[in-house]
Each structure stands twice: as structure tokens, then as C-alpha cells.
């Protein structure tokens, strides 16, 4: 029994938190992975992006709230979401029209582009704030679990409960299937071809007759969608604050460049292994230790780090891949 109540607390403490969360960091990643592939540069307002679309979602989600509009046991802000989406799309298809274009026509240096993302990073965190302000805002209804501790304990009659929050199962699922949706769209259609072929070379592209601002736009079209989609589960799944989405930046860049910046399939596996070892090495495992072995007292919480430390697990990660491995698990810079 005691090992049952060992794996119990595992699957509810470490897994099924990585879990969700390397989903939401996986989205967010590939946001990241896909600009780089194919413009060439690294989103510094990728974070701020996501920000925004959430906070537009989460206006719209209590517009149908207070309609009496719902979708029963799901969260409101899912029928929310397109409205999201499609404002973000509107902002980054302007923003990229406004700044990018002109270093884009200049064949500027990548580092331009990044300097001239961060300048619009501080111009999306200042949007977003002025929209919904700085507050913490919770914009999760419906059922609040789909299994819950007090259920479980009693359906197995083991003494370590398991809690399955609603949007930590929608955030695995609706990311499963945004990652299908893409790779099919990415590899079976001719849009989705010719942003690849664009990646892999852009002048042999050009001179195959792919129209480069079509693949611009589709790309920071799809780009919005995945932070608008991930911003919105990150802020159902914990709770939703502007300088929140700032801060993730760093995880979601660290699992973009451990998979492989520009590879899709890296974004998604760098994800999960950024999440995973953040919520294993901060969380203190000596309720698992009592389980395994009764008789032995430890001194401490046998935490590695403290959870204010968990951005520091995304920085040594990414320091370390970018000494011994630069371009990845998965070896990056192609879409």
C-alpha cells in the first residue's frame, strides 16, 4: 500500500503538473520555433504576446459570462478563444507591418530583429496592462475537477488522494491536438509546404514562385494562435498576471533551444524535459521518501530548490545545452 501511496503522490505532486505545464511550454515554444525557422530571428514579445491574447480572451470570456452564455462543465473562455486569436493575429500582422517589414526588406542582421522584438515586447506588456491592468484576474468556471482527492481516496481506500483539475486534462488534450493540427497542416498542405521550403531555403523558394509575404503572414498567423491558445491554458491552469507571461519567456526559450531552435519536434520534447525538471528538482520529495521507506527520518524536505528558484532549473538547462549541444537534442534551424 505504501508504495501505491507513493506512486499516487507522484502522479498528483510531479507528473501531472509537468504534464500540463510542459504542454503550455510546448505551445508556447513552438510559437518561438516557428519564427525562428522561418524569419530568421528570435521573438523576444513572443511572451507578451501570449499575454495579450489571454487578456482579450479573458474580456470576451466575461462578456459571455455575464450574457448567461456557458459551456457547462468547460471553461467559458474556450468559446472565448477564437475572438482571442483572431485579435492577436490582427496585432502581430500590424506589429510585423509597422517594424519587422523595414528590417525585413533591409536584409537587416538577426540581432536587429531581436533588438527591435524587445522594443516591442515592452509595447505589447504596456497594451496588455492598460487593456486588464495588473491585477491577478481567475477567469476559470465549470467543474473544477474531473477526478478529486476526496473521490479518489474513497473509490481506492488508499490514503494519498489524486486531484485531476478540468484544465490540466483540457491542456493536454487541446495541445495534442494543436501539435497534430499543425504537424498535418506543416507537412500535407501546400501552404504548410511552402512555409517549409521557405525555411530550408529561402532564395530556391523565391525562384519556385513562393510568394514570401504569404509565408510571413501565415507564419505569424499561426504564431499568435499557439500563444494565444498557450497563454490562455497557462492562465486556466494557474491564474492569469501581465508580468506572469513576462517571466515564462525564459522557459519557454530554454525548451525552444533544448529541442532545437527552429525544429518543431524539439519545441515539443524540450518542453516537456524544461517542465518536468522544474516541478521534480523543486519539489520536496519527503512524503515520497515516508512512503518508501518508514523508518527513515531525513533531514529536510528533501527539496533540491526552493520553488522561487524554478526559473533558475530553465536557465542552468539552457547554459548547459548551450555549451555541450548548441543546436539542440534535435538539432534546430529547419522547419
Known amino acids: 500500500m505504501d508504495i501505491l501511496n507513493a506512486i499516487v503522490a507522484i502522479l498528483n505532486f510531479v507528473v501531472i503538473p509537468a504534464a500540463a505545464y510542459g504542454a503550455q511550454l510546448a505551445l508556447g ?7 525562428y525557422g522561418i524569419l530568421r530571428f528570435s521573438n523576444f514579445a513572443h511572451g507578451d504576446t501570449m499575454a495579450f491574447g489571454t487578456a482579450i480572451t479573458i474580456l470576451v470570456t466575461w462578456a459571455l459570462q455575464a450574457a448567461g452564455i456557458g459551456l457547462g462543465p ?7 478563444l477564437p475572438v482571442g486569436i483572431a485579435a492577436t493575429a490582427v496585432l502581430v500582422l500590424l506589429t510585423d507591418r509597422a517594424v519587422y517589414r523595414f528590417y525585413r526588406v533591409q536584409k537587416a542582421a538577426p540581432i536587429i530583429l531581436v533588438m527591435a522584438s524587445v522594443g516591442v515586447m515592452f509595447v505589447m506588456n504596456g497594451l496588455t496592462r492598460l487593456v486588464i491592468g495588473v491585477n491577478e484576474q481567475q477567469f476559470a468556471d465549470g467543474a473544477r475537477f474531473v477526478i478529486d482527492v476526496r473521490s479518489f481516496r474513497e473509490m481506492t481506500g488508499l490514503a494519498e488522494g489524486l486531484a485531476l483539475k478540468t484544465t490540466q486534462l483540457l491542456t493536454v ?3 495534442a491536438l494543436v501539435v497534430w493540427a499543425l504537424f498535418w497542416f506543416l507537412n500535407r498542405t501546400k501552404s504548410g509546404k511552402a512555409m517549409r521550403a521557405y525555411s530550408d531555403n529561402e532564395d530556391l523558394a523565391l525562384l519556385s514562385g513562393i510568394d514570401p509575404e504569404k509565408v510571413v503572414r501565415l507564419t505569424w498567423i499561426i504564431a499568435a494562435s499557439l500563444a494565444t491558445i498557450a497563454g490562455v491554458l497557462y492562465g486556466l491552469d494557474k491564474a492569469f498576471r501581465p ?20 525544429n518543431p519536434l524539439g519545441a515539443i520534447a524540450g518542453g516537456f ?3 518536468f525538471s ?3 528538482i523543486t519539489y520536496p520529495w519527503l512524503k515520497i521518501a515516508g512512503y518508501l521507506a518508514p523508518g527513515w527520518q531525513p533531514e529536510g524536505l528533501l527539496q533540491l530548490l526552493g520553488t522561487e528558484y524554478k526559473f533558475a532549473v530553465s536557465f542552468v538547462i539552457l547554459i ?3 555549451l555541450f549541444r548548441p543546436t539542440g537534442l534535435f538539432r534546430g534551424k529547419s522547419v
Do not use: D, K, S
Request: glycine fraction near 8%; charged fraction near 0%; proline fraction near 4%.
Open 243 to 262: 508580468f506572469n507571461y513576462f517571466q515564462i519567456l525564459l522557459p519557454i526559450f530554454a525548451a525552444a533551444i533544448v529541442g532545437g531552435l527552429g
Open 278 to 280: 522544474e516541478v521534480a
Open 320 to 322: 548547459v545545452v548551450l
Open 173 to 175: 488534450v487541446i495541445a
Open 29 to 35: 515554444a513552438l510559437g518561438v520555433t516557428l519564427i
Open 74 to 80: 468547460l471553461p467559458t473562455a474556450l468559446l472565448a
Open 273 to 275: 524535459l524544461v517542465a
